[in-house]
């Protein structure tokens, strides 16, 4: 198929005070490439972020078919010391953070949110076309 889509390029998530928003990514590992006052362009994890002035109460959760809020974005991580060891950095830091947990498939995860109360998720593993692509092991 040569029209397929071939990755994601751009995430958005809506935040209510920009500058404040962009300082917390970066200090979890984000590198700002722009900001203004209605938005910041952001790269983490291989992906462009797009943090977005939003109106008050704007989430990029949502809530599955049984009520419970849910995370929209899934990062990996390579293994579950890197898991391990980035939960108790982001405990040390103040961010709020989830339990590490087994969902029953391999690895594990914790969720974690931002200012705003974006939920993301973390799982301790790569996926294999990333780690053959990028040669990790």
Do not use: C
């Amino acid at each position: 198929m040569n029209g397929s889509l071939m990755r994601v390029g751009t995430s958005y998530i809506p935040v209510q005070d920009i500058e404040l928003a962009a300082e917390w990514y970066v200090n979890i590992g984000a590198v700002l490439n722009y900001q203004d006052k209605e938005k910041a362009i952001l790269d983490l994890a291989n992906q462009s972020i797009f943090l977005v002035k939003s109106s008050e109460k704007q989430s990029a959760n949502f809530y599955d078919i049984g009520g419970k809020e849910h995370f929209s974005l899934t990062f990996e991580v390579n293994g579950m010391n890197t898991l391990t060891s980035l939960h108790r950095e982001f405990k040390e830091k103040g961010i709020t953070v989830g339990e590490i947990e087994d969902r029953g498939h391999a690895g594990k995860n914790f969720v974690f949110q931002d200012l705003d109360g974006n939920m993301f998720d973390v799982w301790s593993e790569l996926s294999p076309v990333f780690k053959e692509k990028y040669r990790i092991n």
